[in-house]
Nanobody
Framework: QSQLVESGGGLVQPGGSLKLSCAAS????????IAWFRQAPGKEREGVSC????????NYADSVKGRFTISRDNDKNTVYLQMNSLKPEDTAVYYC???????????????????WGQGTQVTVSS
């Protein structure tokens, strides 16, 4: 059973917004750097954003910079990804992942992360 649970995906029109959530059930997220990855059909999993542990510096892929915002709510033990001005090319399965180290952005790799959620589908289409 995944220790991280994503929610908030869905179908949205281009230009619309969605807010993804990543909740942890068995550990305190503030002790971990949390990244959002996405994977579209036929493509490799790519890093979208990462928020560092203990202070929460944030990092973004160039393709989402200025449109997506990552944040954490320690009281709710949840990390969010607010996605605005969505484009069809944002369509993918979005995963959150945790590691007990820094983000090492932009060299962040899926293999560096220990815990993963099951993914949530985001579809941007008219």
């Amino acid at each position: 059973q995944s220790q991280l649970v994503e929610s908030g995906g869905g179908l949205v029109q281009p230009g619309g917004s969605l807010k993804l959530s990543c909740a942890a059930s068995r550990f305190t997220l503030d002790y971990y750097s949390i990244a959002w990855f996405r994977q579209a059909p036929g493509k490799e999993r790519e890093g979208v954003s990462c928020i560092s542990r203990f202070g929460g510096s944030t990092n973004y892929a160039d393709s989402v910079k200025g449109r997506f915002t990552i944040s954490r709510d320690n009281d709710k033990n949840t990390v969010y990804l607010q996605m605005n001005s969505l484009k069809p090319e944002d369509t993918a399965v979005y995963y959150c992942a945790a590691r007990a180290a820094g983000c090492t952005w932009p060299r962040t790799r899926p293999a560096d992360f220990d815990s993963w959620g099951q993914g949530t589908q985001v579809t941007v289409s008219s």
